[in-house]
């Protein structure tokens, strides 16, 4: 009988941990929850579409590759008619 007293136990303290575990598990789901939901609407707010992310990042970069190599030629011009003016 006295096994039986503390499996008892053991089993209700598990249950409490078990329980107490849970309520944890859901209130960070509920704080996930809440986070993944402002997030959406920021990007909504922004003026995009949750769903195309990754197609308006391919052509976020697509345009900001186009805007650095447009940038490094420019400043290679400037810096070859920076050294012809050096030279005179």
Sequence with gaps: ????????R????????LSEKKIRLEEQ???K???LTDLIQEIRDAGYE???LG???????????????NFDKEL?????QLSEIEGV
């Design 76 to 80: 290679q011009t400037v810096s070859t």
């Design 33 to 35: 929850k809440k986070n």
């Design 29 to 31: 789901f509920k704080s």
């Design 1 to 8: 009988m006295k096994d039986q007293i503390e499996h008892f």
């Design 50 to 52: 949750p769903k195309n």
């Design 55 to 69: 197609s308006i990042i391919k052509e976020k970069e697509s345009a900001l590759k186009d805007a650095i190599e």
């Design 10 to 17: 053991e089993l209700t303290d598990k249950l409490k941990n």
